[in-house]
């Protein structure tokens, strides 16, 4: 079968096309014949070798993915089942993945592979980052930094879902589009000199209740500006160092939280799942997909998801 390996951590050339042998499942496994692999920012810091953990070289890197069941070691998982990949023993650039019965969901007829391959990291980090870390409730006014990608639409999704107040940021009009559409209440551009302003008019004072931070060494600081008393920041995401102004923090006395999805149990993580398994059930739930690539393509899509303005999910075909 065909794999991306990566057998030294650098620049996005490193991910290679290569033969490798066909996989087999053990008891309690499955083998996924993938016809789609989502793109994460984190496999590109991990390709770089810049990750906190990094995997044994050689590697197939990915960890969402979607396809049909083609070998089963489960009697939960039968063959020619339609299953999206929340993560794998062997990597999801490929043809095929090898996976625990837990670590695949099955996919709506309705879900296209595409859309099942954008549900993994980015749905599972929403959930966990506004239900779990977030702990938010109907009647809540979020403010999503960074909606058009497939974090923040997700999040846009399950928080509409949940009775909150939503609001978004994006950088392009066609990410305002496209935020709005997915039923933000109304959407900012955060290049707009006067955006902060226009964020704090938009709750007439009250503030936002949590914000959902996707690149906190540039918003974090005015993040605290916007928080409502009590509030919280949840961070998903950041490039580097940031210098706050505690004060903000204390007046309002206020939260920042980081998450990462890796610190999900098992138990944590079948919830997580059930959750969305159900919203792609009862129609809330709507993967956006960006852009779709072809598999040997893995190092132009490492390329277009840290320079490109996000709009939606980048995903590789088989």
């Keep these: 079968m065909k794999s991306i390996r ?3 951590f650098g620049d996005p050339p490193v991910l290679e096309l290569r033969n490798v042998p066909s996989l087999a499942p053990a008891a309690g496994q499955v ?3 993938l016809h789609a692999a989502g793109v994460n920012p984190v496999e590109a810091y991990i390709r770089a070798g810049k990750y906190a953990r990094l995997p044994e070289l050689p590697y197939t890197p990915g960890a969402d993915g979607a396809g049909v069941v083609e070998q089963s070691g489960t009697p939960s998982l039968s063959a020619g089942t339609r299953v999206y990949v929340t993560a794998s023993l062997t990597g999801t650039y490929a043809e095929q993945a090898l996976c625990t019965a837990d670590q695949v969901f099955q996919l709506p007829d309705s879900v296209s592979f595409e859309q099942g391959a954008a549900l993994g ?21 979020l403010l999503i930094h960074g909606a058009s990608g497939g974090v923040g639409l997700a999040g846009i ?6 009775g909150l107040r939503v609001f978004g940021t994006a950088g392009t009009p066609e990410g305002l589009e496209l935020v709005t559409r997915n039923g933000a209440e109304a959407a900012f551009n955060h290049h707009d000199p006067h955006c902060v302003d226009k964020l704090k008019a938009a ?3 009250h503030g936002f209740d949590i914000i959902l931070e996707m690149a906190a060494h540039q918003n974090l600081g005015r993040d605290l500006t916007l928080l409502a008393r009590g509030g919280r920041v949840v961070v998903v995401g950041s490039r580097g160092p940031v210098e706050i102004d505690a004060r903000n923090l204390m007046l309002r006395e206020a939260d920042i939280r980081g998450i990462t999805l890796f610190s999900a149990t098992p138990d944590d993580r079948a919830q997580i799942y059930l959750r969305i398994s159900a919203g792609l059930l009862d129609g809330t739930l709507n993967p956006v997909i960006g ?8 190092a132009k899509a490492h390329e277009q998801i840290m320079t490109s303005s996000a709009r939606g999910k980048i995903v590789l075909t088989m």
């Design 6 to 8: 990566v057998s030294c």
């Design 31 to 33: 083998v996924v014949r």
């Design 121 to 141: 990291v980015p749905y599972g980090t929403a959930v966990w980052a506004l239900f779990n870390r977030g702990q938010v409730h109907s009647g809540e006014t």
């Design 157 to 162: 999704q399950l928080a509409r879902a949940a």
């Design 203 to 205: 709750t007439d004072g």
């Design 291 to 298: 852009s779709t690539l072809p598999l040997g393509d893995a």
